[in-house]
């Protein structure tokens, strides 16, 4: 993938920032880095200009018993625990929630860009943080990748086009050791990765966030939404992989456990990888254990949404049910996918994607 990096003449860059460096005077932070597996080119969506702020709120928001198709949303203000569900809250499809914007169908797919600029966010003593940062109106839009990729998947590229329709704020980025960012993946940890999100927050963000965490993301977004609730103004979780590692490591037997262990590592089948598997460092999955959050309640008190196709075979989807059974906000919806595998990055899936983001737009706005 061939990257262009430069910066505007006239972009003053922010505090903590220094202006793009050129791919071939080398990654800031040194380090050795693992190559992420991006999702590659994929169409997607691109909405017409969004109408005018506050007009049609009340009808933007998703209701329960009026779907119709092949989702499933599952209004989880009623969940009490996992095996008690109140399966008539349960309905199918996505009419509901795309007839009312049947005018924004895209008529043309544009494709992914394949040549980007981005900044690095200068750190003391941690990696430099590759991003690209599109400037708008609040509230901004942050997406979170999942575990080996990078800002420049299907997902990614597909948000900042919305974004950019609506004229709203977005941000995407790199974890240290992967993309363009400086680090040692073999060196990385979750608690890392998640000071990387915080940075992120806290250094390049400005105002309200609404953070899109994908797989491994999604267990990211929710500690960052416990670390800072005054600026993290919403969620979307598309596969949420919380305590997924250390869930799959537990489910191991003695013998196994032990031999990667010595070994040092764990290799785990996947077809989503060019190598045939993804492979977990011992020390990551011993220090992920410090950041399980399914054992108790999760104090996350904004507005949360959890997309999961149900043909998922890396993260099941009950995962994302667990999710919302343990988050103590009363605003949490689940959609399932019936057909959507792990990724979600198929055109129905982006367009699912980007109605919920334009939903939550609405309703953080009309409450301000």
């Known amino acids: 993938m061939e990257f262009e990096s430069r910066t505007s003449g006239s972009e003053v860059p922010r505090r903590g920032e220094e202006r793009s460096a050129p791919p071939s ?50 209004s989880a203000a009623s969940l009490v625990r996992p095996k008690s569900w109140d399966w008539a809250t349960i309905t199918f499809g996505l009419a509901a929630l795309l007839s009312r914007r049947i005018e924004r169908t895209p008529r043309r797919l544009p494709v992914c860009r394949w040549r980007t600029n981005f900044s690095y966010l200068n750190r003391p003593d941690l990696p430099n943080l590759a991003y690209k940062k599109l400037k708008g109106k609040t509230p901004g839009v942050i997406f979170i990748p999942g575990y080996l990729s990078n800002m420049n998947g299907t997902k990614a590229m597909a948000i900042e086009e919305f974004c950019k329709s609506l004229g709203h704020a977005y941000i995407r980025f790199d974890y240290a050791g992967c993309g363009n960012s400086g680090g040692n993946f073999e060196e990385c940890t979750l608690g890392k990765w998640r000071k990387d999100v915080l940075s992120i927050i806290d250094d390049v963000a400005e105002g309200p966030q609404i953070l899109v965490g994908s797989s491994l993301g999604g267990w990211l977004m929710l500690h960052a939404a416990i670390a800072r609730p005054v600026k993290v103004a919403a969620l979307i979780g598309i596969a949420t992989a919380a305590d997924s590692v250390v869930a799959k490591f537990n489910q191991l037997s003695v013998e196994a456990k032990k031999e990667i262990e010595v070994k040092g590592v764990w290799k785990v089948p996947t077809k989503y990888s060019d190598d045939g598997f993804y492979v977990f460092h011992y020390g990551f999955i011993k220090e992920a254990k410090l950041h399980c959050l399914l054992h108790g309640p999760i104090p996350v008190m904004c507005p949360v949404r959890l997309l999961h196709g149900m043909k998922d075979d890396v993260i099941p989807w009950q995962t994302s049910m667990h999710v919302a059974n343990r988050v103590i906000s009363t605003d949490v919806d689940v959609i399932l996918r019936k057909n959507s595998d792990h990724r979600m990055k198929e055109k129905d899936d982006i367009k699912l994607l980007v109605y919920t983001i334009d939903d939550l737009i609405d309703k953080i706005s009309t409450s301000n």
């Open 25 to 74: 005077l080398g990654t800031p932070g040194g380090g050795r880095k693992r190559k992420s597996n991006s999702e590659g080119p994929h169409p997607h969506p691109h909405p017409a200009p969004r109408r005018a702020k506050g007009a049609g709120a009340k009808g933007s928001r998703l209701a329960a018993g009026k779907m119709a198709g092949t989702g499933l949303l599952v």
